[in-house]
């Protein structure tokens, strides 16, 4: 009997072996760690702990999850020196930015205790992640140092993360929506860049040669990726998404903004517009083959980057266009840093924060052409080295009527935007009778801000 | 005595690991899946999940997106299935014929099925391009008018179901060829006896005897063109306006787009029901079919 129950224990043991691995298998998919700064990091230890300094993190580590995006490139070289002052080891992992959210909601909904901090965009996901306790607030740390100068940061880049009166997180890349186009046509058609919508529209008008490959205007076309993008077009006519706890998408200022992006793409767009996120939008203003580009400032580069655009050297930058309300683009924090409810560690992860987020490491972040919130950074001259000086002139610009949000700000973010972006989507195929369509689509806003209520 | 225990429930011992995977990996999914499919959840630490009972379900009824992603569904797999039956039919009937460089042609009429869908996506969708594509340029080189193709709520889902024919007429044409080589060659020799012609030959003797094997292609494909995500996620992510949004878009977008895990995992219950429902269909079809040349 004995011998037989040996024989069945090993068995057992195998069964769960096998599945332990393929779970963690399924674990492991898709994702990048970096170690190498972990490894560089022990022989600095190794050097340091000659002289016990103040480590007051000695041995505690810490997950760090970033998207794939300039800001982990720029901030993960300083990580080692981060780590010998504090003692503390991080582990970071980055993922592209679709894979990001589903794997921090999984990791999430099974109440794990890692990442300790991640990178996350407080308007996309920035409320559900709050309203769904996933998120620490950080109110009780960010006055903690006055040499931190939480007061330095941007308050609509601040407004931005903020849910329901709480520091949800920390914004570290801000952006504002401006006016691209090209100095070289424009100079030889003799027109001035344009400071308000209707001279856009004008001018679009005149560059557009469809015969020759030239078209007027491009932005985004996509039902869900638009909406951040007509979000200035919307407020510089005065309108917004909601209006207190009533959807207002269906105002005549709505529907004056709504159709002037929707028909300057529909009859001077470059041809599939309709299925454009920014990648490919920028991507054909790069081929040269457009006038007018209007999109975040964060993504220039894929403008003015030789190796990717044949045009480089004959871009301009300038506000966004004043409607009837103003020139009103969006001024938010498309990415922050925040902490994870359960993580076990939250000093240290303050203390990651506090460091990544501050004066210093913003400067840095900054130079290497990751806009950030703090104005000092701004305002100093070596904080502006890594942008273009005429485009350091349009954000500053941009950031003085900027508003907080470019999106509906609910928690179903995901379904507000297509009801916007339907109405913009039936403008550019074709629909004349545009007031039903923004009729139903309020409604099916109306309903989400209802449902939310209740929670 | 111990031995004996052992040696008679060996079968069950050696299947353990397969059934334990089994439930594990498939079973308790589904099951759980049903289960979140009568609550509301957004995946909350803090609210736990809503009974709702029936109501997810009533909501997708009642919902036009959801029956326009049905409409979808059904003809891209139609439409593709029919295509890519026909297609690799003839091509594996090509292939079985001798000439030289068969076995390289072979080789790259396999290679679509090889890579991955979704860098197969992003490349099509580079040919697709309306200004710079590889697509328009060869229309506009043979005079023919440059189309919209993705970009084009008429014309996306057309596009999409040219990815999937070139990318798994293959597979059919991989399982016609086994299929073709088991025919005996005996009823040919009698049928030049009779003195019938290709046609008559190809008609009454190659197809009966095909027909099985097509069939199973024919299931193994419907199977996967139903669930087909990848190329349409990567190249239109249901756009524009839609017109490409299947079932299994539809409730991705549900899941992970909206949170809305209750009404994502309804939707993956009527799809389920679908698939098994197509699935028994051809089955049975198969059945009658063989029944008939038996």
Known sequence: MKMFRKRWLGQGLSIVLAATMLAACSNGGGQTSNTAAGKENTQTDKVNNA??????????????????????????????????????????????????????????????????VFMYRPLQEGKLFFKNGWVHPLDEYVNKDPEYDFADLSKSAVGSATVDGKVAGIPIITEQEILYYRKDLLEAAGIAVPKTIDELVAAVKQLHDPAKEMYGFVARGQRSPLVTQVSSFLFSEGGDFTNGDKAAINTPEAIKAFTTYGTLLKDYGPPGVLNMSWPQAIGIFAQGKVAFYTDANSIYKNATDPSKSQIADKIGFAPFPAGSAGSKPYNITSWGLAMNANAVNKEAAWAFIEWATGKEMVLKTQQAGNPGARSSVWDNPEGTTGFPAELVDVIKESVKGGVDHDRPTVISVGEARDAVGEIVQQIMTGEKNIQPVADKANEALQVIIDNEKTK | MQYNWFDRNLKWIYTMPAVIFVLVMMVFPILYTVRISFFEWSMSAITPPKWVGLDNYMTLLKDTRFWGAVRSTMFFTVAALAVEVVLGVAIALLLTRDFRGKNVMKTIFLLPMVSTPVAMGLVWQLIYEPTIGAANMLLKAVGLKPQLWLASPDQAISSLII??????????????????????TDPYEAADVDGAGRWRKFISITLPLLKPTIMVAAMLRLIDVLKTFDIIYATTQGGPNLATETLNIYGYVLGFQYFKLGMASSLLVLFFALVMGLTIVMIWMRKRMEGRYE
Request: no cysteine; charged share 20%.
């Open chain 1, 51 to 116: 002289a016990p300094a103040a480590k007051p993190f000695e041995g505690k580590s810490i997950t760090l999850v970033t998207a794939n995006h300039p800001w982990g490139d720029a901030i993960k070289p300083f990580i080692p020196e981060f780590e010998a002052e504090t003692g503390m080891k991080v582990k970071v992992e980055s993922y592209f930015e679709d894979q990001l959210t589903q794997k921090l909601t999984v990791q999430f909904t099974t109440g794990s205790n890692t990442p300790d």
């Open chain 2, 163 to 184: 990815v999937d024919v070139w990318q798994w007429t293959p597979m059919i044409a991989l399982i016609v060829m086994a299929g073709l080589a088991t025919i005996p």
